[in-house]
């Protein structure tokens, strides 16, 4: 009986096949594949298609990290296929909901293996593990997969050493729907080969070979040679048979329907849920008073993040903080954070100093990127103050994969106090640092690095409130207009009043709620079940950010810019209330 080919491993190309910065155009059981290497060695094997056109993406950019579809220039992240950047929105984060589909990948004899859903591993030939073993130049054949199995069980070659043997003895050690396995020997000598049947639709195939202990072969072309005539010979045969027969029915490819790929995104959008685990793989002193954390997965593959992203870290103490991803684009096994101690801890900095331990299990949330990076820009300044440092180490890494121009500007009280210096050294002479500066000093300092606005410059400041208030000043007098000037703030230091009383109306709820003094619009709408996400629950992350449609809105957060708090169109429900009895809100 034919064994389901869905549930099986199929070679889709040699290793040779797949080298870096390259895309590979795969077939598989009647679906086209983009196959291409990242910088980090991961093999991806996706739909060959971008979600925003349907193009080809096996025609597209591979720079190392990311792959970019030729078109309209969507990119895609390594290992999970997520969209990191849509060109045409230079502004914003790529809902984490677009992903294109992967499939799984292997290597293994020199080829390459995927399939729709593979149980176990890639299949083991014993003779194959022991020697060196060499491929076989791949050989299309237009005749059905089983056609072409059969065949090759009658395939007769000499062994590597004895290429003018006249009379070779050939034994079939194995035969099924999709390999055949065959050992030749002649005068002491043998050579055993493996074909693997790569099944590209009902009616075509790739015949794949290799040869064991080929290592020792002489002359390796010869062998190449040997078998390129006799297979192509081989091939003729099959299609001139294949000719004489019906054609099989064509395969059905079942195409995934967005609702199926949804599926497979965490319901994390509400609240503060947590739905990753996570392990802490490395827990080190980066700088003075500073710790890093690696996390990384524990089974399911991390989802993809932008620059500027950050994660909710759910505590043991029971506390929710957030820390922004310092990894570089693509590096995706892990998530890097930074955790300064702050003096007054309120438990979150303490706990994970003090209590968090190497392979400790803790929960996060997805990555949320309120804070993202434009790439269309022809000039970045990026300022740190501190432990700011760590958005704008994910944004540099970034710009500097790209080759876009930036300047990475890091304050802080010496030398000890920086934070990843490893990562700051591989940035070069991008990065300057300015060490020791008193207050006033700062703002001196940041009038000169800030300069006079410049068409289509963008400035990213993250770091302590007077730092980051004074960088939004300086920028402002220098004639940067509001949309340049791209900010994030650890936390409100803003005191929040709560004492207003108002009523809510949700436009596409058709609800009308009343906010009574001491609750937020959030608790309200959590109280109602009506889902909104939320993180940081002090107006510092934008998570929890809602259209205004109605009525006067009183900002307390420290996420909107002052342009944005005086057009009055959104309000961070975590803290802000309203001027006005009501406010309609798009919910
Ligand atoms: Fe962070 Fe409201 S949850 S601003």
């Known amino acids: 009986m034919v064994r389901d080919p869905t549930v099986l491993w199929h070679p889709i190309a040699s290793v040779g096949d797949v080298p870096p910065r390259h895309v590979f155009h795969g077939q598989l059981l009647g679906r086209e594949l983009a196959v291409w290497r990242a910088d980090d060695g991961y093999i991806n094997v996706w739909e060959n298609r971008c979600l925003h056109r349907g193009l080809r993406l096996s025609i597209g950019v591979n720079n190392g990290h990311e792959l970019m579809c030729q078109y309209h220039g969507w990119r895609y992240a390594n290992r999970t296929a997520q969209c990191t950047y849509i060109p045409a929105h230079p502004a914003d984060a790529p809902a984490r909901t677009i992903f294109n589909r992967t499939f799984p990948a292997a290597e293994r004899y020199g080829l390459v293996w995927s399939g729709e859903a593979p149980s176990g591993p890639p299949p083991e030939v014993g003779v194959l593990d022991a ?53 030749a020997s002649a005068g002491g000598s043998s050579t055993t080969a493996a074909f693997f049947v ?45 000719a004489t027969t019906p054609p099989p029915e064509p395969m059905e490819v079942k195409l995934h329907q967005v609702s199926e790929q ?140 790209d080759d876009l121009d930036f300047r990475l500007h890091c304050f802080a009280q010496s030398p000890a106090h920086l934070a990843f210096p490893e990562l700051l050294k591989e940035l070069g002479s991008s990065v300057t640092t300015h060490l020791g500066l008193t207050p006033e000093a700062t703002v001196t300092r940041l009038r000169e690095l800030v300069g006079r606005y410049e ?63 001491g609750k937020s619009v959030l608790e309200v709408l959590r109280a109602n079940a009506i889902p909104v996400p939320s993180s940081c629950e002090q107006g510092a992350c934008g998570t929890c950010g809602v259209t205004v449609l109605e009525g006067e809105p009183v900002h307390q957060d420290v996420y909107l810019n002052d342009s944005e708090k005086l057009a009055g169109d959104r309000i961070m429900t975590c803290v802000s209330r309203s001027r006005t009895d009501r406010l309609v809100l798009d919910i």
């Open 198 to 242: 790569q099944p590209v639709d009902s009616n075509r195939s790739v015949i794949r070979g290799v040869l064991s202990g080929s290592g020792e072969a002489a002359d390796r072309l010869t062998v190449l040679r040997h078998h390129s005539t006799l297979l192509s010979n081989l091939r003729d045969r099959i299609e001139a048979y294949a």
């Open 262 to 401: 949804l599926a497979r995104v965490p319901v994390a959008s509400v609240g503060r849920h947590a739905p990753l685990r996570v392990r802490v793989s490395r827990k080190w002193k980066t700088a003075e008073g500073v710790a890093g954390f690696e996390l990384e997965s524990i089974g399911e593959q991390l989802p993809s993040h932008q620059p500027g992203a950050h994660i909710d870290v759910h505590l043991p103490n029971g506390l929710v903080r957030q820390y922004s991803i310092t990894n570089g684009p693509g590096e995706g096994t892990a998530y890097r954070i930074g955790v300064k101690r702050e003096p007054n801890s309120r438990g979150g900095s303490e706990c994970l100093h003090e209590s968090v331990r190497e392979g400790d299990v803790l929960a996060i949330s997805e990555p949320r990127n309120n804070f993202p990076l434009r790439r269309d820009s022809v000039r970045t300044i990026l300022l740190a103050g501190g432990i700011g440092i760590t958005p704008l180490l994910a944004m540099a890494q970034t710009l500097r994969k």
């Open 455 to 517: 068409t289509a410059s963008h400035l990213y400041v993250c770091g302590p409130g007077p730092m980051l208030g004074a960088a939004r000043r300086v920028a402002t007098e220098c004639g940067w207009p509001d949309d340049a000037i791209h900010f994030e703030y650890f936390r409100n230091d803003n005191e929040v009043d709560n004492s207003s009383s108002f009523e809510i109306s949700l436009s596409r709820s058709a609800l009308t709620l009343p906010v009574p003094a």
């Open 131 to 183: 020697g060196s073993a060499m491929v076989l130049r791949s050989l299309p054949v237009d005749a059905p997969p089983g056609l072409v199995a059969e065949h090759l069980g009658r395939y007769r070659f000499c062994p590597n050493d004895r290429l003018d043997a006249e009379e070779p003895e050939v034994t079939a050690d194995g035969h099924d729907d999709w390999s055949v396995l065959l050992t």
